[in-house]
């Protein structure tokens, strides 16, 4: 078989055989087959994307380039959630405790921040002392203890997708949804879940632009992690505005325990507790949305959760009082405000500008090697739907230095969208997909 084969045969429209696929994958992993032909196949897939036959043998294949971990030992019910990606997006951060409380157990393995979406790793490492490379022993023991855990991927779990989504990345190849869903549920079968929740975001600040497109995202995720025997329920949400007030790695941490201490900004809390639902009914713990949200927001007003957090902190290697101590005051010293040009009413902070935006600012990267700030981001005081007064505070944005500040602010200014009258509310989650 001959790489140039199983590239022109995709090119064509035809359907890809499992050895043919395989072929690539394999020797891709291996070294022998170049990123330049990689990238020509990838490319190929996005214009004539793959069958439910073709994402289920390229996920099951990606899976197997690599290890799987073990959960057994430890009791379950392990259930986890997963989103596609946006700017202020902190759920994971929130909810997992709140599932644990609730006797799930939910073995998070998350990624890094790379272009305009945030990743939860980046955000957990501004916690000081925190750890998120845990070996698998490490993984294992902190889960069955706090009943989370949260870590990055190791070198051995799904190779495949490590070296498909950063050459994806640099080859206008992330969009497709085959390549999104092979990738997401190689890696969500490599943890261990049984059940998974998927926050399927669409709009400006997602990959999936709009919501006929996030839908056949879910689409796709649900039935090919069905056909590979997980329970999945997908939610789609919107993501044209930054989910809650805080973006940015330490104010996101900060702003996730606010919301586990009962003052989380209300679109955030939505978001979250809708998720956290559908794990609990995956989990078993509840039949129906309304009583899993009932239990999960009863355990929240407990306090179990913000304990369970902060134990993960120590368990993980972080320092809990120095967290609490920097909490409101760890910023970047290089900071500007954002005040109202008119008077009106505001109808959205555009979430793509603000990510990209972001990256300016040192919260998020262009290459996955480049470093991210812990204190850089922004705090939104007003969002879409307020009505507003010329001159009013918008947004505090902190950047780690001049230079990245004079970058970011032109953009920010311009994510601000305004109306004489009031916008229609923005509906957050539109639409529910399962089996
Ligand atoms: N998240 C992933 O893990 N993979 C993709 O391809 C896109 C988002």
Same mark, same amino acid.
């Given at each position: 078989m001959r790489a140039v084969d199983v590239i022109m045969n995709k090119r064509d429209g035809k359907e890809l055989s499992r050895?043919?696929?395989?072929?690539?994958?394999?020797?891709?992993?291996?070294?022998?087959? @170049?990123?330049?032909?990689?990238s020509a196949w990838a490319m190929a897939v996005f214009f004539q994307g793959l069958s439910p036959a073709e994402t289920a043998a390229l996920t099951e294949l990606m899976l197997k380039s690599g290890t799987a971990i073990d959960l057994s030992g430890i009791s379950g019910p392990f259930v986890d959630k997963h989103?596609?990606?946006?700017v202020g997006d902190k759920t994971s951060l929130i909810l997992a405790p709140i599932v644990a409380s609730l006797g799930i157990k939910d @073995?998070?393995?998350?990624?890094? *921040?790379l272009g305009h979406t945030g990743g939860t790793l980046d955000k957990l490492d501004a916690i000081p002392g925190y750890r998120t490379s845990l070996s698998i022993p490490e993984f294992r023991r902190i889960l069955a203890k706090d009943g989370f855990a949260m870590t990055g991927q190791t070198r051995d779990i799904v190779p495949a997708d490590r070296l498909l989504y950063a050459l994806r990345d640099v080859t206008g190849t992330v969009e497709s949804v085959p390549l999104i869903t092979a990738s997401i549920l190689s890696k969500k079968a490599a943890e261990g879940a049984e059940a998974l929740v998927f926050d399927v975001k669409f709009g400006s600040g997602a990959f999936m632009k709009d919501s006929a497109d996030g839908e056949k995202l879910a689409r796709s995720l649900v039935d090919t992690g069905?056909?590979?025997?997980k329970r999945i329920i997908a939610l789609l949400t919107d993501m044209n505005e930054p989910l809650g007030n805080m973006v940015g790695n330490f104010l996101e941490v900060e702003e996730s325990l606010d919301c586990l201490e009962g003052h989380g900004p209300a679109d955030l809390m939505e978001v979250t507790l809708e998720l956290a639902a559908r794990m609990v009914i995956l989990g078993g713990k509840a039949k129906e949305n309304a009583q899993g949200r009932r239990l999960c927001e009863e355990v929240l007003a407990s306090g179990k959760p913000r304990e369970l957090f902060l134990a993960n902190i120590e368990s993980q290697g972080g320092d809990v009082k120095k967290f609490l101590d920097l909490r409101g005051k760890y910023r970047s010293p290089a900071g500007a405000e954002i005040r109202a040009e008119k008077s009106g009413f505001l109808s959205r902070i555009d979430a793509w500008k603000v990510g990209h935006a972001g990256v300016d600012l040192g919260v998020g990267r262009n290459r996955t090697e480049d470093a991210v700030s812990p204190t850089a981001g922004v705090q939104f005081h007003r969002k879409g739907g307020d009505s507003i007064s010329a001159g009013d505070l918008i947004?505090?944005?902190?950047?780690?230095?001049? *230079?990245?500040?004079?970058?970011a602010l032109p953009q920010l200014q311009d994510a601000v969208e305004y109306t004489e009258t009031a916008p229609p509310a923005?509906?957050?989650?539109?639409?529910e997909i399962q089996s």
């Open positions: 050895e043919e696929i395989g072929f690539l994958i394999d020797g891709y992993v291996a070294g022998e087959i @170049p990123d330049y032909q990689v989103s596609t990606g946006g @073995p998070m393995m998350s990624g890094r *921040a069905t056909a590979m025997g947004m505090r944005v902190w950047a780690r230095d001049e *230079a990245g500040l004079a970058a923005r509906r957050l989650i539109l639409k």
